[in-house]
C-alpha cells in the first residue's frame, strides 16, 4: 500500500475509535420542531406521600396515601407504588381500595389499580365501635372515578360478604348509592341464617 492509503485507514479508525470512545449511549427524543425536545424523564416525586381533595363546600372528598408518587410530565401520568384510596360517602360509608400498583391518569380525577385490588366498603357500627366490614371486592385491575365515585373493572372480580360470595366478569360499582352492576358471566353461593 502507498503512504497515501495508510494514512487514510489511520484517520478512518482514529474517528472510530474516538466515536465510539465519546458515545454516551443517551437517547433523546426529538419532536417535529428541533427546537422542542420532549423529556421521557420524572419531573417529581414523593416518598411516603399523603394527599387530600376537598370537595366546593370543604368536606373531604377522597384520600389518596401512597408509598411512593412519580409523575411525568410528557403524559401527565402519575405512577403509584402501594397506594390506598379512600372515599367517604355523606352517608357515612367509608370506601377503602388497596392494590400494589397505580396510576393518576391525566386531569387528576380517575385513578388505574392493577395487582391485587382490594376494595372495602365498610358502614358505620350500630355499636358505634367504629367501622365493620361490610363488603370486599377482590380484582386485578379497576378504574375509579373519584369525582364521581365510580368503580369499573371488566376483569373477574370476587365479592364477598356476610352472607356469601358472587364471582363475575366485569363489575361497576357507585360507591354513594351502595349500588354494583355485574356485567356477565355471574355466579353466586349464599348462605341463609
Same mark, same amino acid.
Request: charged share 20%; aromatic share 8%.
Given at each position: ?9 489511520? *484517520? ?5 475509535? *474516538? +466515536? ?21 424523564? *420524572? &419531573?417529581?416525586?414523593?416518598? &411516603? ?5 376537598? &370537595?366546593?363546600?370543604? *368536606?373531604?372528598? %377522597? ?12 403524559? &401527565? ?12 360517602? $355523606? ?15 391525566? +386531569? ?6 392493577? $395487582?391485587? #385490588? #382490594? ?11 367504629? %367501622? ?24 373477574? !372480580? ?5 352472607? +356469601?360470595?358472587?364471582?363475575?366478569? +366485569?363489575?361497576?360499582?357507585? %360507591? ?9 358471566? !355471574?355466579?353466586? #353461593?349464599?348462605?341463609?341464617?
Amino acid at each position: 500500500m502507498t503512504y497515501r492509503n495508510h494514512l487514510i485507514i489511520a *484517520a478512518i479508525l482514529l474517528v472510530l475509535a *474516538a +466515536g465510539y470512545w465519546t458515545y454516551d449511549g443517551a437517547i433523546v427524543t426529538v419532536s417535529a420542531s428541533p427546537s422542542e425536545i420532549i423529556r421521557q424523564d *420524572a &419531573d417529581y416525586f414523593l416518598v &411516603d406521600a399523603l394527599v387530600k381533595e376537598y &370537595d366546593a363546600t370543604g *368536606a373531604l372528598q %377522597y384520600q389518596l396515601q401512597s408509598d411512593s408518587i412519580t409523575h411525568y410530565p410528557h403524559n &401527565d401520568n402519575t405512577l403509584l407504588q402501594q397506594p390506598t384510596l379512600t372515599n367517604l360517602s $355523606d352517608s357515612g360509608q367509608l370506601t377503602v381500595s388497596t392494590s400494589e400498583n397505580g396510576k393518576l391518569l391525566p +386531569g387528576g380525577k380517575d385513578i388505574e389499580l392493577w $395487582d391485587n #385490588v #382490594v376494595v372495602i366498603q365498610s358502614s358505620p357500627s350500630v355499636r358505634q365501635q367504629g %367501622y365493620e366490614q361490610k363488603l370486599r371486592m377482590d380484582t386485578d385491575f379497576l378504574t375509579i372515578a373519584t369525582d364521581k365515585e365510580i368503580a369499573d373493572t371488566d376483569r373477574p !372480580v370476587l365479592i364477598t360478604s356476610d352472607i +356469601g360470595e358472587t364471582r363475575a366478569i +366485569g363489575m361497576t360499582a357507585w %360507591y354513594q348509592q351502595g349500588k354494583i352492576q355485574l356485567k356477565s358471566r !355471574v355466579r353466586g #353461593v349464599y348462605e341463609t341464617e
